[in-house]
């Protein structure tokens, strides 16, 4: 199974501010990588695909950059409504495999 | 609107079985995939398995292999994932989705269903 490796397990930032979390395979998924947020009470929802492709809705201020084994989600301009849980997905090759997730919090 | 209604919290016995289900609206269920996910407490979120509706196909996780039996309602756009021989390691919320296209993504959870295994 691809191993998937989310880093820093914990974020805090400020409204405004810009934030990069990473996320790593354990051997080359192409461009394969999906991002979602997780927050209480809500559905949790696709952000990027592909790597790089915003799912319908999502805000322009996140975006998604990498390829291989080594990829970013980006968030520019923090919005309060943007903290919460983040996780990557491979979307390469069966199992479908996780990250272990990012707690963004207001700092 | 595209939507997933869970069935609710279960209790169950150590050694029993429990059957959820997924109710899908908004769009046409058996044109995606149904994908089910598990989020043991506090940790991070497994691929189970899917099932594609129209076809009854089905891909699972090796781990799951066993544990999960996943099937379908096509009359009534309802997907069911059953969990046998449960353990206290099957407590978890577990999460139906929709497949986006052919890309293995999901677009569209539920709300998620907890179960707890316990005496």
């Known amino acids: 199974d691809v191993q998937m490796t989310q880093s820093p397990s914990n974020l805090a930032a400020s409204p405004g501010e810009s934030v990069s979390i990473n996320c790593k395979a354990s051997k080359s998924i192409s461009k394969y990588l999906a991002w979602y947020q997780q927050k209480p009470g809500k559905a949790n929802k696709l952000l990027i695909y592909?790597?790089?492709t915003l799912q319908s809705g999502t805000p322009s201020r996140f975006s998604g950059s990498g390829s291989g084994t080594d990829f970013t989600l980006t968030i520019r301009n923090l919005e309060p409504e943007d903290f919460g849980l983040y996780y990557c997905?491979?979307?390469?090759?069966?199992?479908?495999?996780f990250g272990s997730g990012t707690k963004l919090e207001i700092k | 609107q595209v939507k997933l209604l869970q069935s609710g919290a279960a209790l169950v016995k150590p050694g029993a079985s429990v059957k959820m289900s997924c109710k899908a609206s908004g769009y046409t269920f058996t044109d995606y995939w149904v994908s089910w996910v598990k989020q043991s407490h506090g940790k991070s979120l497994e691929w189970i398995g899917e099932?594609?509706?129209?076809?009854?196909?089905?891909n699972f996780n090796e781990k799951f292999k066993g544990k999960a039996t996943l099937t379908v309602d096509k009359s009534t756009s309802t997907a069911y994932m059953e969990l046998s021989r449960l353990t206290s390691e099957d407590s978890a919320i577990y999460y139906c989705?929709?497949?986006?296209?052919?890309?293995?993504?999901?677009?569209?959870w539920g709300q998620g269903a907890s179960v707890t295994v316990s005496s």
């Open positions: 099932i594609y509706p129209n076809s009854g196909a089905t």
């Open positions: 997905q491979q979307h390469n090759e069966y199992p479908i495999t």
């Open positions: 989705t929709r497949g986006y296209g052919s890309y293995h993504v999901m677009d569209a």
């Open positions: 592909s790597g790089s």
